[in-house]
C-alpha cells in the first residue's frame, strides 16, 4: 500500500479537509438565504435597494470563502503532486530481521562471557597478588621482630600479681582526662597517646608491658627520654600498654610489602603530615617545591624510593598507679559531661 512520506500531508486527508470545508461553506449559503427569506417575510415596506445590497454582500463573502478553500486545497496537493503517487518503502524482510537480532544476541553474549573471563582472571591475579604482598610484609615483619628480640634480651619483664588484668578505658574528651589525672600519677613523664589508624601507621606491640616496635609516630620522643605510653585501640578507648623508650631500628624501615599491605586512608594520612613537616622544618626553595606535593611523595613512597623508618619500643616497666590513675580521672570526666 503507498505511504506518503514523513512529514508530507496524505492527498486523502487534504480531500476530506476540502469537501467538509465546502459543506461547511454550503451551510453558511443556506442560513444566508433564510436570512434574505426571513428578511422579506417581516419587512412589508422594506427598502429594495437594501435586499439587494445584503445579497450583494453575501455573495461576496461567499466568493472569497471559496478562494481561501481553493487556495488551503492547491497547498495541501502542491507537495504530493511532487513525488510519486506509487512509491513504497522497502521493508526489512522479517526473517531476516530476526536472524540478524539473534546474530546480535548472540554476539553480545559471547563479549559478556569474555568479560567475565578476563573480570576473573584479573580477580585472580589480584588475590595472589594481595598474598605475596602479605606473605613478605609477614617476613619482614619477623625479621624486625627477631632483630628487636636482640636488642630488649636485657630488658627487664614485667610480671602482674596475681589476679591483676589491665583493661582498657572509654573517654571521649581526652582534653578534659587529661587535665583530671593527677600530676603525682605520671611523676614527671611525658603521656603519648596514640592515635589509632587512619591517624597514625600500625604499631606492634604485643602486650601490655612488651616491648616492640612502631613507625614514624607524630612527636616522637627518642633517645633516653621515657614516656608512658597509650594507645587508641578501638574509636574513644584507649589502652595503657606501660612506660617506654625508643629508638630508630637501622636497616628495619618498613618494608615496600607493608606499605602496600596499609589502607589506602592512612597512607593519604601518612603523605599529607610528612609534606607538612617537610615545608614547616626547612626553607624548601620555590625551584624544588614540585618535588614535594602529595603526589610526588606518596609516589616515592609507592615505589620504594622512600621508605618510613621504623623505631624500637623498649618497655621498661608499668606503673600501676597511672593505671588506676588513668580510670579514675576517665570516670570523673564522664561524670562531669553528664
Known amino acids: 500500500m503507498p505511504h506518503g512520506t514523513s512529514g508530507t500531508p496524505c492527498p486523502h486527508q487534504a480531500t476530506t479537509g476540502y469537501w467538509k470545508n465546502k459543506y461547511q461553506d454550503a451551510q453558511r449559503e443556506i442560513s444566508a438565504l433564510r436570512r434574505i427569506i426571513e428578511l422579506n417575510r417581516n419587512t412589508e415596506t422594506g427598502s429594495q435597494t437594501n435586499k439587494v445590497d445584503e445579497l450583494i454582500n453575501l455573495m461576496r463573502e461567499e466568493a472569497q470563502r471559496r478562494k481561501a478553500s481553493d487556495e488551503e486545497l492547491a497547498r495541501c496537493l502542491a507537495p504530493v503532486k511532487k513525488e510519486s503517487p506509487f512509491r513504497v518503502f522497502d521493508l526489512e524482510d522479517p526473517d531476516e530481521r530476526a536472524g540478524s537480532l539473534d546474530r546480535e544476541k548472540a554476539a553480545l553474549e559471547k563479549r559478556a562471557q569474555d ?54 578505658v572509654s573517654c571521649s574528651n581526652t582534653q578534659a582526662w587529661l587535665k583530671a589525672i593527677p600530676q603525682d600519677a605520671t611523676r614527671g613523664r611525658t603521656l603519648y597517646f596514640l592515635v589509632r589508624p587512619p591517624h597514625s601507621l600500625p604499631i606492634y606491640v604485643p602486650g601490655w608491658a612488651n616491648s616492640g616496635y612502631w613507625f614514624h609516630p607524630e612527636g616522637l620522643i ?52 610528612v609534606q607538612s613537616q617537610v615545608f614547616s622544618q626547612s626553607a624548601v626553595p620555590a625551584s624544588g617545591a614540585g618535588q614535594f606535593t602529595v603526589e610526588t611523595i606518596r609516589k616515592n613512597y609507592d615505589t620504594g624510593v622512600w621508605r618510613v623508618p621504623s623505631y624500637s619500643l623498649h618497655c621498661l616497666g608499668y606503673s600501676k598507679t597511672l593505671y588506676s590513675a588513668l580510670h579514675s580521672a576517665a570516670m570523673r570526666t564522664v561524670a562531669a559531661a553528664h
Not at 129 to 149: D, S
Not at 237 to 249: A, I, T
Open 222 to 273: 627518642t633517645g633516653d627520654r621515657e614516656f608512658e605510653l597509650i594507645i587508641e585501640v578501638k574509636p574513644n578507648e584507649w589502652c595503657y600498654v606501660g612506660r617506654y623508650r625508643s629508638n630508630p631500628l637501622r636497616g628495619f624501615d618498613m618494608h615496600l610489602s607493608e606499605w602496600t599491605d596499609i589502607d589506602d586512608e592512612t597512607k593519604t594520612t601518612f603523605v599529607a603530615r
Open 115 to 168: 568479560a567475565e573471563q578476563a573480570q576473573a582472571a584479573l580477580k585472580h591475579q589480584i588475590g595472589t597478588f594481595r598474598a605475596e604482598v602479605k606473605a613478605l610484609a609477614a617476613e619482614a615483619r619477623q625479621m624486625r621482630i627477631r632483630r628487636l628480640e636482640q636488642l630488649t634480651q636485657k630488658n627487664c619483664v614485667v610480671l602482674f600479681e596475681e589476679g591483676f588484668t589491665p583493661r582498657s
